[in-house]
């Protein structure tokens, strides 16, 4: 499956703060010719399963012991006590699963802009996230429904 649209774009970046556009800017007759083969076309996968093997359990006990001591997340199997020691990398791969969002507590409430398939809904989602999204490209947001997730479709 091709990950990335037809065509060819540059990107302008502001030195002082970071900001980016494309150029040529896609229009809205043109942004859906952008997405039409898009990654987030395929299914989210099974996110937040319950792991099937113990190595995956353990990996999954380690990941959610990390989360819960950064983030103030009440997930398990963990614990309130961060590993000992985690690589950067791993950190950093935790922090992402969670969008780096800190959880404030039972009913917290998250929209997820431009959603895609819905994968990083069904992370939050699994963390104790109320995850609802929109999606601009209606396959995508028809996978992200597939997966039992409050998509609309549109801007």
Same mark, same amino acid.
């Given at each position: 499956?091709?990950? @990335?649209?037809?065509?060819?774009?540059?990107?302008? &970046?502001?030195?002082?703060?970071?900001?980016?556009?494309? %150029?040529?800017?896609?229009?809205?007759?043109? !942004?859906?010719?952008?997405?039409?083969? #898009?990654?987030?076309?395929? @299914?989210? $996968? %099974?996110?937040?399963?319950?792991?099937?093997?113990?190595?995956?359990? &353990?990996?999954?006990?380690?990941?959610?012991?990390?989360?819960?001591?950064?983030?103030? #997340?009440?997930i398990?199997?963990?614990?309130? +006590?961060?590993?000992?020691?985690?690589?950067?990398?791993?950190?950093? +791969?935790?922090? =992402?699963?969670?969008?780096?969002?800190? #959880?404030?507590? =039972? $009913?917290? &409430?998250?929209? %997820? !802009? $431009?959603?895609?398939?819905?994968?990083?809904?069904?992370?939050? +989602?699994?963390?104790?996230?109320?995850?609802?999204? !929109?999606?601009?490209?209606p =396959?995508?947001?028809? &996978?992200?429904?597939?997966?039992g997730? %409050?998509?609309?479709?549109?801007l």
């Amino acid at each position: 499956m091709e990950l @990335s649209p037809p065509g060819e774009w540059t990107l302008y &970046r502001c030195t002082a703060c970071g900001t980016g556009y494309l %150029d040529p800017r896609p229009t809205a007759a043109t !942004i859906e010719l952008a997405y039409s083969t #898009y990654y987030t076309h395929a @299914s989210a $996968g %099974d996110v937040g399963a319950r792991p099937r093997s113990w190595w995956r359990h &353990r990996r999954t006990a380690q990941r959610n012991a990390y989360l819960n001591a950064r983030y103030n #997340y009440q997930i398990s199997p963990g614990g309130n +006590r961060s590993p000992r020691w985690l690589s950067a990398e791993r950190q950093q +791969r935790f922090d =992402k699963f969670v969008c780096f969002l800190r #959880y404030p507590g =039972k $009913g917290a &409430r998250v929209l %997820d !802009i $431009g959603c895609g398939n819905g994968r990083v809904m069904m992370q939050l +989602r699994s963390v104790g996230w109320e995850v609802s999204g !929109i999606e601009p490209d209606p =396959k995508s947001a028809a &996978r992200a429904r597939e997966a039992g997730l %409050d998509v609309r479709t549109g801007l």
